[in-house]
C-alpha cells in the first residue's frame, strides 16, 4: 500500500513537501500528528487526523500520536479568532488519558517495528527554562518568518490582536518535531492544511539547528457540502466519548448527511476499498432514497468507534422512533441512554409522588405536561384513536396511569400522532 497514493484517491491529500513520497517510498518511516488536550475526548473533526495516521501504519510507516500537554498550556491560534483559556496541568493529564484510550482503539501499539507510539510534549519541556528556549530555540528563527505566517497574519490584522504566547506556539510546535526528529527518528509531522505553516517551522528548525532534513504533508479540512462547519450537531460538538455523545446521536450523525457529503465522507472515514466505495455509490445513486452510503458509512465509524453492541443499539433505537420496535427495548437501555436517545424530543418532568397515586391520561397529557393545550383537545385526540403511551393507544381519556406503566420506573413515552413523541419524566 502507497500511503500518498491512498491519500491522494480517498480525496485527502492537501500539501506535500517535495521529497516527501520519495521518502516513504524507500522503506518504513515514522512521522506524527499532534492532538489537542482541550477535552478528555476527542471529537470527529479530529476523525480525519486519526484516519491519516491508520492508513499511515498500514502502509508499513510507524505513526506517533503526540499529545500536546505543554502546547495546551499555550494554544495554537491557527485558525481561531480569539485566544484559548489556558488548560492546569491536572486537567490536561486527565484529558491526556482520555484521549490515548481512544487512539487505541484505532491504532495498533503492538505490532511490531511500527507499533504505534504515544508522546506528550509535556515531558520535555516541564525542566525547559524561559531562558534556554529562546536562547536554544528563539534564536534560530526570525520574527520577520514567524510574522510571515497566515496564522499570524490574520490574528495580527484582526481586532483581537495576539498575545506572545500565541506568537511564540509555532516555536513550541517547532521544536516537537525537532525533539521527535533527534530522539525518534521522526521524519514527517502531518496535520491538517491549516498546519502547515507550523509544520514547516519544525522543518526550518531542524534544518537550521540540527543541519539536517525533515518533511511534511497535510490534509484537507474537512467541510460540509453547504458551508456549515463539520462536526457540530444543534447540542455541539459530536464526541468520540460516549457519555459526551450517545452511540445513537453519533449514529445519527452520520446517518443523516447529505448524499454529496456522505460520498466524500465514506471515502475519508471508513477504511473500505476503492471497488467498494464505488459499488456502494452505484447502488446508492440507483435508489438514493435507501441511504446506501450513509447506512454503510455510519455503521463502520459507529462499530469502530463504539463497537457492535453499541451499533446494534443504535440501530434498535432509530426503528424504535421511526419504526415499529416495541417500547419493551428501552427497557434495555440505562436511564442515560433513555435521556440521550430523547434528547430534543420535549420532556416533561412529573413529582413521583403526585403520579404514583394515579392520574387519569387527559390530567397526565394536559395538567401535568403540556403535550396539549387543553384536556379538550387531548380528549377529542384521544377519541380519535391518534394518542398512544408507551406506543400502546390510549383508549379512554378516563384511564389511569401510575407506576405499573412506567419504563425503568422512571419514564413514560408518550405519542400524538405517528411522529411527536414526548417523554415524561416521573422522579
Known amino acids: 500500500m502507497n500511503f500518498v497514493e ?14 516527501t513520497e520519495d521518502l516513504l517510498n524507500k522503506g518504513m518511516v515514522s512521522g506524527y500528528i499532534g492532538f489537542d488536550p482541550t477535552s478528555d475526548s476527542l471529537h470527529v473533526g479530529s476523525l480525519a487526523q486519526i484516519m491519516t495516521l491508520i492508513h499511515f501504519q498500514r502502509a508499513g510507516h510507524k505513526p506517533f500520536a503526540l499529545v500536546g500537554g505543554a502546547t495546551g498550556m499555550v494554544g495554537d491560534p491557527s485558525g481561531k479568532s480569539a485566544e484559548r483559556n489556558l488548560l492546569s496541568e491536572d486537567v490536561l493529564q486527565k484529558n491526556q488519558a482520555g484521549i490515548k484510550g481512544q487512539l487505541e482503539k484505532f491504532l495498533n501499539f503492538d ?5 504505534a507510539e504515544m508522546v506528550n510534549n509535556y515531558d520535555w519541556f516541564k525542566d525547559f527554562t524561559f531562558l534556554d528556549f529562546i ?5 534560530h528563527i526570525t520574527v520577520n518568518y514567524m510574522m510571515a505566517k497566515d496564522s499570524v497574519k490574520n ?3 484582526g481586532d483581537t490582536g495576539m498575545s506572545f504566547t500565541e506568537f ?3 516555536l513550541v510546535q517547532g521544536y516537537d518535531f525537532y525533539y521527535l526528529w533527534k530522539n525518534k527518528n521522526c521524519m514527517l509531522q502531518m496535520g491538517g492544511s491549516d498546519q502547515w505553516g507550523n509544520i514547516v517551522t519544525g522543518t526550518e528548525f531542524i534544518r537550521r539547528k540540527g543541519a539536517g532534513e525533515a518533511f511534511a504533508l497535510t490534509t484537507q479540512l474537512i467541510k460540509k457540502s453547504d458551508g456549515t462547519k463539520f462536526g457540530k450537531s444543534e447540542g455541539g460538538n459530536i464526541w468520540l466519548d460516549a457519555e459526551k455523545t450517545s452511540p445513537y446521536q453519533f449514529y445519527q450523525f452520520w446517518l443523516n448527511a447529505s448524499d454529496e457529503d456522505a460520498k466524500s465522507y465514506v471515502r475519508i472515514f471508513t477504511l473500505f476499498d476503492q471497488s467498494t466505495i464505488e459499488a456502494l455509490e452505484t447502488e446508492h445513486f440507483a435508489a438514493p432514497h435507501l441511504r446506501a452510503l450513509q447506512k454503510a458509512l455510519a455503521k463502520d465509524i459507529t462499530v469502530r468507534v463504539h463497537g457492535e453492541t453499541e451499533y446494534e443499539k443504535a440501530i434498535k433505537s432509530s426503528e424504535f422512533l421511526f419504526g415499529n420496535t416495541g417500547i419493551e427495548f428501552l427497557n434495555e437501555l440505562s ?12 420532556n416533561f418532568t412529573i413529582n413521583k409522588e403526585e403520579y404514583s397515586a394515579g392520574v387519569n391520561v387527559a390530567d397526565l397529557l394536559a395538567v401535568k405536561t403540556t403535550v396539549f393545550s387543553s384536556k379538550g383537545e387531548a380528549k377529542k385526540m384521544i377519541q380519535s384513536g391518534g394518542v398512544a403511551i408507551n406506543k400502546v393507544k ?3 381519556a378516563d384511564d389511569i396511569f401510575n407506576d405499573a406503566q412506567l419504563i425503568n420506573n422512571k419514564f413514560l413515552v408518550a405519542q400524538k400522532g405517528k411522529k411527536n413523541y ?6
Not at 6 to 19: Q, T
Not at 135 to 139: A, F, I, L, P, S
Not at 422 to 427: A, W
Request: net charge positive; hydrophobic share 45%.
Open 335 to 346: 436511564n442515560k441512554e433513555v435521556l440521550a436517545l430523547f434528547n430534543g424530543v420535549p
Open 6 to 19: 491512498e491519500l491522494r484517491w480517498r480525496g485527502i491529500l492537501h500539501d506535500i513537501m517535495p521529497g
Open 422 to 427: 414526548f417523554l415524561i419524566v416521573i422522579e
Open 135 to 139: 536562547r536554544d530555540v528563539g534564536k
Open 394 to 396: 390510549v383508549a379512554t
Open 168 to 170: 511564540s506556539y509555532q
Open 111 to 115: 505490532c511490531g517495528a511500527n507499533s
Open 155 to 157: 490574528r495580527i490584522s
